[in-house]
């Protein structure tokens, strides 16, 4: 057990956070902010390829083969990712059947225990229940946050246990307790189920560099050899790794430990490398509407004396992005591993937020940009060879209708009222353009894109099953396909009699691998099309 300490003085904070303080109307607006930020059409829209077709069909796979332990994707092994995620997804699809809405549950369901988890770490240390408030709000209703929340990846729940674990070494550190760290080691071993190391490197990375800084290294150095700890997570893995090992699946984890992990971390995998200041780029827009919060946050956390909560929660954020910058394969998505303690500092300083203009100015600038979209993609040039990319922007242009205008319009509209509106203060402002940019992304902008670039995929699949042909893709890899053709779809060309689904891009190289045999178009839309190679004539 972790030796006791002196409890380290806690801020105080407001008489709001007492029990039963909290407002009924305050838990309708959280129930609102999740519903819109999180669940918005996840029963409408078409699984996005490739992550979520990849998740979704692999998880198919495994209710169909009755292998619980390691994943396949159309029948090839699929090393990605550990089993966490596809165990939940298959008890959500044993629920409600294949279908988008079973896929996309967990995460939704992950995201709102993460916007709860904020929420109750940020009403006991950042200020009372207003700053919990807006803390939580920020999670659902902030870009990339929704984005992760709605889709069928670990990534909802990575991001859940990293918050948990995080918070957790934070109240340790404020009053070390047995149980407080047995409970950091749970949530360490949950989050190698849902994604692997990251979920421990991180925080012991982390935790290692703040206690230095407050001079708690005996404290810090007793937690991290707390051995029933390292027990609780090495249960919780084994859950997994040992009847894995036993069946002599051991291969499984090499190659998801040494290429998915570490070989993510030095080379560029599945061509997503970038710069140094590929996050410098990505970062403003992933906390959109609430990017010009980090000016006061960042004075504070990155000042001369921080507060040691401040401290703590920007030395999250910087390592985790001092890490992914150096990092060989690069996605936006990875910066939002660090971004959880900046929520909780957003409700904390909310109140501090730069003038309006310069407070709803992200707001105003993604507002505007939206609205004008149906006369701005027009002018976007298309390489001749691109066209995948061509046939979906050529959809996106066709589906611009009285929706799409009167949603965009309507939320530039109210930024606009917003930016004029004195007797408003800036943050209760910032919220209600969150809330009117939550409602313009997920019922104008995602319904329109998911129709042209998965829309086509999603028809062809059921052309495909309804054909009842043997079936093989090529080109750009959608698996999202198999899962609405309900089987696993092969890789390669199509031999005599079968149908191929392939990306427009790469039907050039299909005619020249089939050296000319003759196909029958079947279907063809936006960015995809499927094809019979008639069967030989006796």
């Known amino acids: 057990m972790p030796p006791p300490c002196s409890p380290c003085p806690t801020p105080p904070v407001s008489a709001e956070s007492a029990p039963g303080a909290v407002p009924r109307v305050w838990w309708l607006v959280l129930l609102a902010a999740a519903f819109i930020g999180f669940a918005s059409n996840i029963w409408n829209a078409p699984l996005f390829d490739l992550d979520e077709g990849a998740f979704s069909e692999a998880t198919v796979e495994m209710i169909h083969s009755g292998n619980w332990l390691t994943t396949t994707l159309d029948g090839a092994p699929r090393y990605d990712k550990p089993i966490l995620i596809y165990w939940l997804q298959a008890a959500s699809v044993k629920a409600f059947g294949v279908h988008a809405f079973a896929f996309r549950l967990p995460s939704v369901l992950c995201a709102c225990l993460w916007m709860l988890a904020v929420w109750g770490f940020a009403r006991r240390y950042a200020g009372g229940n207003r700053a919990a408030l807006f803390a939580a709000l920020t999670v659902p209703l902030s870009l990339l946050p929704g984005i992760i929340g709605h889709a069928a990846i670990a ?22 307790s047995k149980a407080t760290a047995l409970r950091v080691y749970l949530w360490m071993g949950l989050g190698l189920l849902a994604k692997g190391p990251v979920a421990v490197v991180l925080p012991l990375i982390v935790g290692t560099l703040f206690f230095i800084w407050q001079g708690r290294t005996r404290d810090w150095a007793h937690a ?16 997994w790794v040992v009847p894995l090992y036993l069946g002599g699946r051991i291969d499984f984890l090499n190659h998801f430990i040494f290429q998915q ?215 750009k890899y959608l698996p999202s396909f198999s899962v609405y053709r309900g089987a696993p779809t092969p890789h390669g060309l199509p031999a005599p009699g079968e149908l191929v689904f392939v990306s427009r891009d790469a039907i050039p190289a299909l005619e020249k691998g089939l050296d000319g045999a003759t196909l029958e178009p079947k279907f063809e839309k936006g960015g995809v099309a499927l094809f019979l190679r008639p069967a030989l004539q006796r």
Request: proline share 8%.
């Open 155 to 176: 990534d909802a729940l990575l991001n859940l246990f990293l918050a948990l674990t995080f918070f957790d070494i934070y109240r340790y550190f404020d009053q070390p």
């Open 261 to 475: 992990n570490l070989g993510r971390y030095s080379e560029t995998l599945q061509g997503h490398g970038g710069k140094l200041w590929y996050y410098v780029l990505w970062f403003p827009l992933i906390l959109l509407p609430f990017t010009a919060l980090v000016v006061p946050v960042f004075k504070r956390g990155f000042g001369r004396r921080p507060e040691p909560l401040d401290g703590y929660l920007c030395l999250w954020f910087g390592v985790t992005f001092v890490i992914f910058t150096f990092s060989g394969t690069q996605l936006p998505h990875y910066l939002l591993y660090g971004c959880t303690g900046l929520f909780v500092l957003f409700g904390k300083y909310h109140d501090r937020a730069p003038p309006r203009a310069a407070t709803l100015a992200p707001a105003l600038l993604l507002a505007a940009a939206l609205a004008a979209l149906p006369w701005l993609l027009p002018l976007v040039h298309t390489p001749p060879q691109r066209t995948f990319e061509a046939g979906i922007l050529a959809l996106v242009q066709q589906g611009f209708g009285i929706t799409y205008h009167v949603l965009t319009i309507a939320g530039l509209a109210i930024v606009l009222v917003l930016m004029a509106w004195r007797g408003l203060p800036p943050w209760r402002a910032l919220l209600v353009a969150a809330f009117a940019q939550a409602v313009v992304v997920w019922w104008a902008v995602v319904p329109v894109y998911a129709a042209a670039q998965q829309g086509p995929t999603r028809e062809a699949a059921q052309l495909a099953k309804s054909l009842g042909l043997p079936t093989v893709s090529y080109g």
């Open 224 to 239: 991290v050899l707390f051995f029933p700890g390292w027990l609780v997570t090495a249960a919780v893995v084994a859950v």
